[in-house]
């Protein structure tokens, strides 16, 4: 059964799962192919894992939707500039549109926001980013600073701004998108959490991650939480690379019981080193340990 893209229930998949389709809506990125992560059938949002084939272009047009594009694999032409690899370009609405083409083939996550006001982010222009280029910022839990001797750290990257962090909310009115690195051996506080106000979806570029009653994490993991849904605690081995992207300004709740220290070591002291991460969903009544460990 192919994974539901309605943001009414939780979702763990791989991308691999969802069936690929001509993407018909929005009519700008006709000719692609894409899987449907999710929609809103509210605002009209839309997360795609796009492909661009060869040769495909689209002209110049004014934006009648922001569009979100980070380029995972090959690269694109915007207007006389070439994005490869690791390039995030953000197109407002209402806003003048370049021409976009690829000579070779391109893969992105494309996120299509009709619902975005105009005039309200990226300064009101085309934004491109080399991710390379842009700062690391810091978040602390709480469990990094209540714990002596065990800060690790949450690194990230704004890609849509403004941005912003209010006490313990982040991103602005129409939500965040970060992208997040874990460092090797981060665990995040043992009690599970939630974000009451938006939905949040999580894409694993790269790494290794653990969720109990989620599962297991590895490239081309998705993750999606709707508003109130408890999830976590969050724990990684090797350290990993996370894209994430909330409807809304996220707040944490954090949830008793904390989960058992023998489910984390099983974890961190259990999965080998020298093999690849893989995605295992686990059932919702198990919190089995993983390979390694009994």
């Known amino acids: 059964m192919s994974p539901d893209p309605g943001r009414g229930k939780p979702a763990f998949f791989k991308i691999d799962e969802v069936p690929t389709q001509d993407v018909s809506s929005p009519a700008f990125l006709a000719g692609c192919l894409g899987k449907l992560l999710s929609e809103n059938p509210q605002t009209g949002q839309q997360t795609y894992f796009l492909e661009l084939p060869p040769s495909w272009s689209a002209p110049s047009t004014i934006c009648q939707s922001t569009l979100e594009l980070l380029i995972v694999e090959g690269s694109i032409a915007v207007g006389n500039s070439r994005l490869g690899a690791g390039t995030f370009a953000a197109f407002p609405k209402g806003r003048y549109f370049p021409s976009i083409s690829t000579s070779a083939g391109a893969t992105a996550v494309a996120i299509w926001s ?3 006001p105009e005039g309200e982010y990226y300064g009101d222009n085309p934004h491109i980013l080399r991710i390379a280029e842009a700062s690391w910022n810091f978040t602390e839990f709480p469990a990094e600073t209540s714990t002596p001797g065990r800060r690790h750290a949450v690194k990230y990257k704004s ?4 941005d ?3 006490g313990d909310t982040h991103g602005g009115r129409m939500g965040l998108l970060r992208l997040v690195s874990l460092v090797a051996g981060f665990v995040g506080d043992p009690r599970p959490e939630s974000h009451p106000d938006c939905w949040e979806e999580i894409i694993w570029l790269a790494g290794d991650f653990f969720m109990p009653s989620t599962g297991r994490q590895a490239i081309g993991s998705y993750l999606g939480n709707p508003p109130g ?3 976590g605690p969050l724990m990684t081995q090797r350290g990993c690379l996370l894209l994430v992207h909330t409807d809304g300004p996220a707040s944490f709740c954090f949830h008793d019981p904390p989960v058992d220290a023998e489910l984390v070591n099983s974890y961190m002291d259990g999965v080998s080193w020298l093999k690849e991460p893989v995605h295992i969903a686990h059932s919702s ?8 460990r009994s």
């Open 159 to 162: 890609l849509r701004w403004p």
């Open 114 to 116: 009709p619902h975005f």
């Open 164 to 166: 912003f962090i209010e």
């Open 285 to 292: 009544s198990s919190k089995a340990a993983p390979e390694g």
């Open 229 to 231: 849904h408890i999830h």
